[in-house]
């Protein structure tokens, strides 16, 4: 059984940056392609960024292209999103999850996740 825990989560002006961090635990991290999925009330989950589980690919929607990135720390079982230039359409409960396999995986057929983390964007 994977424990997610994110964190980093904040209230932050449009324009501005926030880096997002997963911590996994009960689990080899290493065994598990990772993602992040962000949510807005009455609104069904959505794919954001995914990573392979050795870093090596990674996937995002297109709306995050060159604003946002996602990397992982197999030492440190750790997973993170870095996202800048955020815009108030970036408000959202941010969820990190894991899934077993090479990944990435952009459906949200994954195994474990998160609690979530709210970030707000400003205008």
């Known amino acids: 059984q994977v424990q997610l825990v994110e964190s980093g989560g904040a209230l932050v002006q449009a324009g501005g940056s926030l880096r997002l961090s997963c911590a996994a635990s009960?689990?080899?991290?290493?065994?598990?392609?990772m993602g992040w999925f962000r949510q807005t009330p009455g609104k069904a989950r959505e794919f954001v960024a995914a990573?392979?589980?050795?870093?090596?690919?990674?996937y995002y929607t297109n709306s995050v292209k060159g604003r946002f990135t996602i990397s992982r720390d197999n030492t440190k079982n750790t997973l993170y999103l870095q996202m800048n230039s955020l815009k108030p359409d970036d408000t959202a409960v941010y969820y990190c999850a894991a899934r077993g396999g090479i990944g990435p995986y952009i459906d949200t057929r994954y195994d474990y996740w998160g609690q979530g983390t709210q970030v707000t964007v400003s205008s």
């Open positions: 009960g689990g080899t991290f290493s065994d598990y392609a």
């Open positions: 990573i392979s589980r050795s870093a090596y690919n990674t």
